[in-house]
């Protein structure tokens, strides 16, 4: 019910936006979020967007480069990515949790995407 798309391979200091296409049910009234798994880490997040506002949160390792936005027509939410760094390089996974309020905390969520990889190559 949750589908990323747009991950792939990018060169330090890059940009790459990634798409979370939801079913209509999950989207129109949940809360978004991004969260990452870089190898042999745990997962964290990234950011999320309320569905109401559209207030959005980002975690401060990727503040001032990274945005998140929703498009309510195509029932998607992207999370843009500029001046990448080797160390964003993870699976990156959105999520959906019924609440007007974004979580950081992943058990939190009720659907997962699939994870799509980003490698920033140095």
């Known amino acids: 019910q949750l589908v990323e798309s747009g991950g792939g391979l990018v060169q330090d200091g890059g940009s790459l936006r990634l798409s979370c296409a939801a079913s209509?049910?999950?989207?129109?009234?949940?809360?978004m979020g991004w969260f990452r798994r870089a190898p042999g880490k745990e997962r964290e997040f990234v950011g999320g967007?309320?569905?109401?506002?559209?207030?959005?949160s980002v975690a401060d390792s990727v503040k001032g480069r990274f945005t998140i936005s929703r498009e309510n027509a195509k029932n998607t939410v992207y999370l843009q990515m500029n001046s990448l760094k080797p160390e964003d390089t993870a699976v990156y996974s959105c999520?959906?949790?019924?609440?007007?309020?974004?979580?950081?905390?992943?058990?939190?969520?009720?659907?997962w995407g699939q994870g799509t990889q980003v490698t920033v190559s140095s």
């Open positions: 999520a959906a949790r019924s609440s007007m309020i974004i979580s950081t905390r992943e058990r939190e969520y009720n659907y």
């Open positions: 209509g049910r999950i989207f129109t009234t949940y809360t």
């Open positions: 967007i309320t569905w109401r506002d559209t207030s959005t």
